[in-house]
């Protein structure tokens, strides 16, 4: 008879166990013991000692079975069971023998019979005993407490697998999928699992593992077999690039000789994909660094450069070499496009941009160096005109060339590579000559305006902002005003997103866009602020500043009762003064508080390098936080703004006087006696300029630069700033409220429409192949493999993580169109589900009082899947027809965002809007696949 082994043992000890617990004699028919004669067993009513006692004959047995039974340890409560092992008869043994064992007998140890008490089984599936083997391995690698039992007490074939597989490989307790098989061939365990698994469990596994995960079965076998499983999300990523030659050396090298079917290396990559896809979400960016340098050994080992390696290498969306050589082309075509190249060369750059875009593992800041650049260029191709007067030159800035500001500042930050920081220069050049180009012309219409505002619906100088706007708003509302000291347009686009996340809307009180205020000359603090505030061009400190709002004869007439907060009162702490918290939670119709949190950014001269934030300027955050509170409505600006003039070189005009003397500042020169304007200067003379002696509102006159390569410097200050440019003059009035609420007479804006050159064209729709392909074979096999390959592509956008800042490529389509495929979309079953699921009904309750409509989440939801999760927000707009889209994207993340999970996101810089189905469908338990 065959020497049991020490789980045989065990498992029949359960087994007798299980029916006669105060069993502590058992016997066991079995061969020779050749094991521990001690052994520790774990069982349902604690552990036991296990005495193995092996007898060669019946004389031995009847002498060890008249031993006195053993007794527990003093100091434990663990018993001792003896267990007999005899390779004896039946008919040899007599009564005195039988009559002390268990069950009266030599128990029979059967293989098949200790696996079936280890499930607590019945009986067993006749197919699971044709596989001698599986007994040894469910033995052999049993857990120490046995097996879950089995339902209805029939161990079947496939339980029997699961649990091998489990036990032995470490994979989870139910068939594996695609994904769980090589998230398991990914960890550093499978293969030294795989290393100590029985021979046989190795021949049957990608049997087993078929059914369930296709032929990424054969792939996870060959990889174990060759001791390679760690290249196998770097190999998955290149099989479809490789050649013939790199596929044979791939076989040889890493598949221990297996040569892989086609649909074998289609589902090895789609499964890697996936895979890659987790790791994106997770962030784990420690390992896709580790995967991406493994890629650039193995894609150097296995192809020969002499066969177009390169060509191919390029074709790779996660190779990071292929990002380089991307990169290379986009700089190329920009190159021919800044040498003079055709309209043709620019759509060659945007061809070869969305081609880097596409790379999955690239750097998006390089990305968005890069749409910087070409967005400029297409500016310069489209050149928008600013108007025939000074009131079209303000809009133009505000509403076009702010953006262009936006795409210059990122382009200063320049790249890691020379030759693009050399690119970005030239780019940034040339679009700085346009700027100085625009600001000349502003500054002339100023000076030939005398600094007066024209006259336009969303125009007012600042010493009009209260009448204009505040005093209608509060006349409804209670009212917070933020006077954001150095608020220009791109701080504000810096801000608005995170106001818009806070849950605020923005209104206006006219159709076309933002109200703007004209700041008066010379832009300073003292004489812009006070105007400000005062409703009057002034000039003077916080306590005028204070004298001024709270006694506006707007108020008095209006018997409304106003408060006002100076800068000081704001301490850098977590919270607000008490009696900052006070007033705006009291009485007073309109509050408004002055916060210097951006202008002390550029107080030594720093530039708008960095974009701003809520969370960068602690006290607004705070601020916005009361508002609510308190249920007031809010008004951002500002007193003026902020040159860029990021990587300009500066022209410093020295300005020796003394600080408080009324003559000099940081930004202007005296105008009297014989000094005159110089290149990149105007003279500016009339009631709004506050200057010279005969005070405030009297009329002055200075000499203020309009090229932002000017700057004024005097004694302790670095040069910054500047006077006539409309970066600094051109200021922001916007009013908001909290999301669902309403405003008489106003309008909701819905999106700060970008120019129609900040996004690129939409490239050319997908077109399925209408005739064969002229191959040999079918004349089937090509087509349909390009059409899975193409399928593969699209379903890989779709999975695109979402967190990138990139310009969109995508553009309106018509509305036809995009309805007819929004209502396929609409037919998949993840979005039915979602409405069914109860995490979405909770979601529900915590949206407010008017949650969207599940036909409005449905028709957002699946236009942007439609498209691949990403789409600017005036396509998205297009597409579903409306004018209301901020308000429902708000509500719909909201609704989607789970623990702060976004699904959808909403990103400034580029004005695109980004949907993630995998995260959409994890959050809310949904079944992602189609």
């Known amino acids: 008879m065959i020497a049991p082994t020490r789980a045989q043992v065990e498992a029949q000890v359960q087994g007798v166990l299980r029916k006669l617990p105060d069993a502590r004699r058992i016997g066991l028919r079995a061969g020779r013991w050749t094991g521990e004669t001690h052994l520790e067993l774990a069982t349902d009513g604690g552990p036991l000692r296990l005495e193995l006692v092996p007898c060669r004959s019946v004389l031995e047995l ?20 003896r267990v007999f092992l005899a390779d004896l008869a039946p008919n040899e043994l007599g009564a005195d023998v039988t009559s002390r064992l268990a069950k009266g007998q030599l128990i029979e140890l059967d293989r098949w019979l200790a696996v079936r008490e280890l499930f607590q089984a019945r009986q067993l599936d006749p197919r699971v005993k044709r596989e001698d083997w599986m007994a040894e391995a469910l033995l052999e690698w049993a857990p120490p407490k046995g097996y879950l039992p089995v339902v209805g007490g029939v161990l079947d074939e496939g339980t029997a697998r699961r649990a091998i597989l489990h036990e032995v490989l470490g994979l989870g307790p139910e068939s594996p999928t695609r994904g769980s098989l090589w998230q398991w061939l990914c960890t550093e365990e499978a293969q030294e699992r795989w290393r100590t698994a029985p021979e046989p469990l190795k021949r049957c596994v990608a049997g087993w593992w078929r059914p369930s995960t296709g032929e990424v079965a054969q792939v996870a076998r060959a990889l174990l077999d060759g001791d390679r499983a760690e290249h196998a999300l770097a190999l998955g990523l290149l099989v479809e690039q490789l050649g013939e030659r790199a596929r044979w050396r791939l076989t040889e090298r890493y598949l221990a000789g297996e040569t892989l079917s086609e649909a074998a290396y289609e589902q090895w990559s789609q499964a890697v994909l996936e895979a890659m896809e987790e790791l994106q979400a997770e962030q784990n960016r420690a390992e896709l660094r580790e995967v991406g340098d493994r890629m650039e050994i193995l894609w150097a080992e296995l192809e020969d450069p002499a066969h177009e390696a390169e060509s191919r290498a390029i074709q790779n969306d996660w190779l990071p070499s292929a990002f380089e050589l991307r990169l290379d082309r986009v700089r190329e075509a920009l190159e021919g496009v800044l040498d003079g190249g055709s309209p043709d060369a620019l759509r060659a750059a945007e061809a070869a941009a969305r081609k880097l875009r596409a790379h999955r593992a690239g750097d998006s800041s390089r990305c968005d160096v890069l749409d910087a650049a070409l967005a400029l260029m297409r500016r310069e191709s489209a050149r928008p005109e600013t108007g025939p007067n000074l009131a079209s030159s303000i809009l133009a800035y505000a509403d076009d060339g702010s953006w262009a500001d936006a795409a210059r500042r990122r382009l200063s930050s320049g790249d890691s590579d020379p030759r693009m920081s050399s690119l970005c220069q030239r780019v940034l050049e040339l679009a700085t000559e346009r700027r100085e180009a625009e600001n000349r012309r502003f500054g002339e219409r100023i000076r030939d305006a005398g600094a007066a505002v024209p006259e336009h619906a969303r125009l007012a100088g600042l010493e009009s902002v209260i009448d204009r706007w505040l005093v209608p708003l509060a006349e409804q509302e209670r009212v917070l005003l933020l006077v954001l000291d150095g608020l220009g347009q791109l701080v504000w686009r810096d801000l608005r997103p995170g106001l818009l996340d806070a849950g605020w809307q923005e209104w206006v009180s006219e159709p076309g866009g933002r109200a703007q205020a004209l700041a008066l000359l010379p832009t300073e603090t003292q004489s812009c602020r006070t105007s400000l505030l005062c409703g009057k061009p002034a000039s003077g400190t916080s306590v005028d500043e204070r004298k001024g709002f709270e006694g506006h004869p707007a108020w008095t007439a209006r018997s409304l009762r106003a408060a006002y907060v100076a800068p000081g009162s704001l301490r850098q702490s977590r919270a607000l003064p008490d009696e900052v918290v006070q007033l705006i939670h009291g009485p007073a119709r309109v509050v408004a508080v002055v916060s210097a949190d951006v202008d002390a950014h550029f107080e030594s001269g720093s530039d708008l390098r960095e974009p701003f934030s809520v969370e960068t300027l602690g006290s607004l955050s705070r601020l916005l936080e009361e508002a609510e509170a308190s249920d007031r409505w809010l008004m951002v600006t500002g007193d003026h703004g902020q040159v860029h003039g990021s990587g300009l070189e500066r022209r410093l005009v020295e300005v020796d006087a003394e600080v408080g003397d009324g003559r000099f500042g940081a930004r202007h020169r005296s105008a009297e006696g014989p000094t005159r304007a110089e290149e990149g200067e105007v003279e500016v003379a009339g009631r709004r300029v506050i200057s010279g002696s005969e005070g405030p509102g009297a009329g002055g006159k200075v000499i203020v630069p309009w090229s932002e390569k000017l700057r004024y410097r005097r004694a302790g200050r670095a040069g910054y700033h500047g006077g006539a440019t409309p970066q600094e003059m051109v200021v922001p009035v916007s009013v908001l409220g909290r999301v669902g609420r309403r405003l008489e007479g106003w309008l909701t804006l819905e999106q700060d429409a970008a120019p129609p050159w900040w996004s690129a064209p939409e490239p050319p729709a997908f077109r399925a192949e209408t005739e064969p392909a002229k191959t040999g074979g079918s004349g089937t096999e090509a087509p349909e493999r390009r059409r899975r390959a193409e399928t ?40 039915e589900a979602l409405f069914q699921s109860q995490v979405y009904a909770q979601q529900l309750s915590l949206v407010g009082r008017r949650p969207p409509s599940n036909d409005q989440v449905r028709r957002l939801l699946a236009t942007l899947d439609g498209e691949g999760g990403r789409l600017t927000r005036a396509a998205l707009a297009h597409r579903l027809q409306t004018h209301r889209l901020h308000g429902l994207l708000s509500q719909v993340g909201r609704l989607l965002n789970v623990d702060g999970f976004s699904v959808i996101t909403v990103d400034e810089a580029s004005d695109a809007v980004t949907f993630d189905r995998q995260l959409l469908c994890r959050q809310f338990e949904l079944d992602a696949e189609e």
């Open 62 to 81: 009847r002498e060890r079975l008249a031993e006195p039974e053993p007794e527990s340890t003093a100091n434990s409560e663990t018993d001792t069971v």
């Open 792 to 831: 593969g592509r699209r379903r890989s956008s779709a999975k695109k993580p979402t967190d990138s800042r990139q310009l969109s490529l995508l553009g309106p389509t018509e509305p036809e169109a995009a309805a007819e495929q929004s209502e396929k979309q609409a037919s998949r079953p993840w979005l």
